[in-house]
Structures are given as C-alpha cells and as structure tokens.
C-alpha cells in the first residue's frame, strides 16, 4: 500500500533535526509545502516557556474548538523560525490537521520569520 502523501497545514510525526544538525527528535511538525518528494515543515513544541513570546511562536491551544482534529495530545507551541526540509521517507505518520484559523496566523509569523515585508 502506498504511503499518503503529505499536504500544506497537516500535522506529521518525523524527526525533526536540531539546529545543529547533530541530533534529531521524534515530534509533531506542520507541513508548510511540498516540493517533490521534500517536504518543507515547521516544528511544533510541547514546553511552553514562561514569559515573553517571540513574534514568531504560535500556541495551539487545547481548548481551541478544532484541537482533536491536529492530532496532538496538549497545548503545544509552533516556532516559526525553526523550519527544516525533510524527505518524505523519514515522515513516520500523520497526525492531524491545523485549524485552518491557526493556518492564516502560521502565514503572518513565518513572513516574520524570514523578514519578508
């Protein structure tokens, strides 16, 4: 049975690398776009700091009315700036499916993110 391929605003569970590219860690990640058999995603965070939030982060939250569709288990953190190119052969399984309310707000904090006007 062929794998599903992965869409723009879906949640996946797939090792998402460290900056520093030694480590990877299995975590949720939002699929921002598909390129071939690339996917370009943007990861999703469990800890949410206390204190200030960077204009860059998002809280999913769990009280939110579409929360069971994204698949993840609690309130959880998008980080815009941490966006990493995957091959889809590494994407373990689909998770869910971010609010498409939620999707508007990735767009504004990802043009933040790469300081596009």
Do not use: N
């Amino acid at each position: 049975m062929p794998r599903p391929r992965p869409k723009r605003g879906e949640i996946w569970l797939v090792r998402f690398p460290f900056t520093t590219l030694t480590l990877t860690k299995l975590r949720p990640a939002l699929v921002l776009a598909v390129h071939g058999e690339d996917v370009m995603m943007m990861g999703i965070f469990s800890r949410i700091p206390s204190g200030s939030f960077r204009d860059t982060w998002l809280q999913i939250e769990d009280h939110h009315t579409q929360f069971s569709r994204t698949g993840l288990k609690k309130t959880s953190l998008l980080k815009a700036e941490k966006i990493a190119v995957i091959h889809q052969s590494v994407l373990h399984r689909k998770l869910g499916v971010l609010p498409s309310d939620i999707m508007r707000q990735v767009e504004k904090a990802l043009k933040l993110a790469l300081q596009l006007r």
